[in-house]
């Protein structure tokens, strides 16, 4: 069995295109979501036509929530002024059925592996899509956070970075980001993203388990294009963020 573990799509649908590309050239069986599927991009409407046309299942991320959530939620109201402009947008897009499935997100979810643990996928951690799994959180805190899950390898997504922590017996890990990938460390002035998509294959078989990291560049020119045409708020800044990198290191 190889299964795709995707995370933060974030309403890009020309990386989430590029990875199922990249299926073609190494095959997998299933996918599953870890949360933040649609809010933030170009892209929410066509990003939500194909998740649904995969029949694929979604974690309940942050950013779903608040998409999911109504204009007077406590969830709603949290958002800086950018950021609900861009969520009144996101929600013009969506059709009745792209709602509805926004609606069948679970907090959790449980994949049979065929072997002795399954896999429970969730976004930030099992209790919570708000907490933050990095390399450098301390074993003590991992721990705390994680909860008595060690019957389970986990995944989890959130903080768009590509991570694996071995826990006892058993694993974490993350599978980064497909459409809005960024460095968590970057000390330099503004903010920047970069133009490819990650995503993991976790696989199983009767010699035993694995799993690869994917990297894989997305068509920056095309990206730019789609951005800057879908009427979506800030989309010349959104654009920006690629083009500060792209534009230091065009080799990327």
Known sequence: ?????????????????????????HPVDQIVC???AILGGAQPAETASRLRALDCPVVLGNA???????????LAQKLSP???AIREWTCAQLTPDDQAFLGTFQPTLEIDLGISRPLLCFHGSPSSY???LLPTTPEDEFQQIIGDYHQFILAGGHTHLQQIRR????LFFNPGSVGFVYDRQWQGAGFRLFPWAEY???SVD????????????????????????????DAEILAGWYEQRVGKHPET
């Open 206 to 233: 009767g010699s035993g388990l694995g799993l690869e990291f994917r990297r894989v560049p997305v068509e920056i020119a095309k990206l730019l294009s789609t951005i800057r045409a879908s009427g979506r708020p």
């Open 82 to 84: 950018a950021q609900r």
């Open 34 to 36: 870890l949360g933040d």
């Open 64 to 74: 779903d929530a608040w998409l999911s959530s109504g204009d007077e939620n406590t």
């Open 130 to 132: 708000d907490d933050i």
């Open 167 to 170: 826990w006892g017996e058993t």
């Open 200 to 202: 993991a294959i976790l």
């Open 1 to 25: 069995m190889r299964i795709a573990v995707v995370s933060d799509i974030h309403g890009n649908c020309l990386a989430l295109d590029t990875i199922l590309a990249d299926f073609g050239r």
